[in-house]
């Protein structure tokens, strides 16, 4: 490793005082490492990061802002991208490959908060825990009859992408006494689906048995629009959405006029099409439905979890070792990886 290897940390992970606002005082595994490599933030947030912010980087540690093939053009000495997290819709992966930049999620670190805050949604939705919170704030005790929930015993639990947080879900479910989960996964075969607990089925089928329709799946070209008024107009009439995934697989639209049509009964939803979103998000407005700011898996486990994995994907390429969550193994035989990372 060169005596140099410096990161830069995108400026979202600074909170409006200049201080770290997702992991409380600083970045410890970077801080430990001082003696083999050192790190600072980008002055600026901007959504696609510049090239200019790159440059002299060796490792890029991102958190919300696009990596683009634009960005890429100040990437000469850059041998990693490494997302805070599991999605990878803001990196371009095709031209970091092209470009020798390995990039890097912190894959399992969040399976089990995700998974826990989606059994926390189910719940929320099915006990009708926030029209019951308005009664009291109300005062309209004697309308409570009219708001009964339902329990998830004997329910049906529809996995939509079964990796590790859908894994991991229905393992939290389990406890619950429901009817065995079906999934819906097109890189998973039969066996490997009933390994996890789940049968698999098409989606057409899944969206007609779940009462839960739960999705973890990546946003993809694949996947935008995955779930739209098609597949809404299949669903029970008293089965609820929950999207913990990305904005964009579920068309919001659709999903608007499902609700109002009671072709569904509740969502809950922790991602959107657009984000933030603003005052005229017309979900906002239903009592069917419960939000929350992509924020609800956010834990001090979650933080300190992912940061160590983040941290520790960057120092163990720098060491000259294929690190955890790499999105991109075949970068590591390009002749522009090997002769940055000085492996020939």
């Known amino acids: 490793m060169a005596d140099t290897f410096h990161i830069v940390l995108t400026a979202d992970f600074l909170g409006e005082d200049g201080r770290p606002a997702l992991w409380e005082g600083g970045f410890p595994p970077l801080e430990e490492a001082a003696e083999r490599a050192s790190y600072g933030y980008m002055g600026d947030y901007l959504p696609e990061i510049s090239a200019e912010q790159i440059e002299g980087a060796d490792a890029l540690l991102c958190l919300v802002p696009k990596v683009t093939r634009e960005t890429l053009r100040g990437a000469e000495r850059l041998k990693v991208v490494a997302r805070w997290g599991v999605g990878f819709d803001n990196v371009d992966v095709d031209a970091c490959t092209e470009a020798g930049v390995a990039v890097t999620i912190t894959k399992g670190a969040v399976d089990h908060p995700v998974a826990e805050a989606i059994v926390g949604f189910m719940l929320a939705l099915s006990h009708r825990m926030l029209p019951k919170h308005r009664l009291v704030v109300e005062n309209r005790w004697n309308d409570r009859t009219a708001y009964n929930g339902t329990e998830l015993r004997e329910k049906v639990a529809g996995i939509v992408g079964l990796g590790g947080i859908g894994r991991r879900t229905l393992q939290l479910l389990s406890s619950f006494g429901m009817e065995r989960p ?109 939000l929350s700011p992509h924020s609800i898996a956010w834990t001090e486990e979650l933080f300190r979890d992912v940061g160590r994995m983040a941290c520790g994907s960057i120092l163990d390429l720098a060491e000259g070792r294929k690190p955890h969550g790499l999105l991109n193994p075949e970068v590591w035989d390009t002749p522009a990886f090997r002769r940055k990372l000085q492996l020939d």
Request: proline share 5%; with cysteine; aromatic share 4%.
């Open 182 to 290: 079906a999934a819906y996964d097109p890189y998973l075969g039969e066996a490997e689906m009933e390994a996890a607990g789940a049968r698999k089925v098409e989606l057409d089928t899944l969206v007609a048995e779940a009462d839960f329709l739960i999705v973890t799946c990546p946003l993809t070209d694949e996947t935008r629009g995955l779930i739209g008024a098609r597949e809404l107009a299949r669903a029970k009439p008293s089965a609820f959405l929950i999207n913990t995934a990305r904005g964009g697989i579920v068309d919001e639209a659709a999903l608007e006029a499902a609700l109002k049509a009671g072709q569904i009964a509740g969502a809950a939803l922790d991602v959107f099409e657009r984000e933030p979103t603003d005052d005229s998000l017309p979900l906002a407005k239903l009592d069917s439905v419960v």
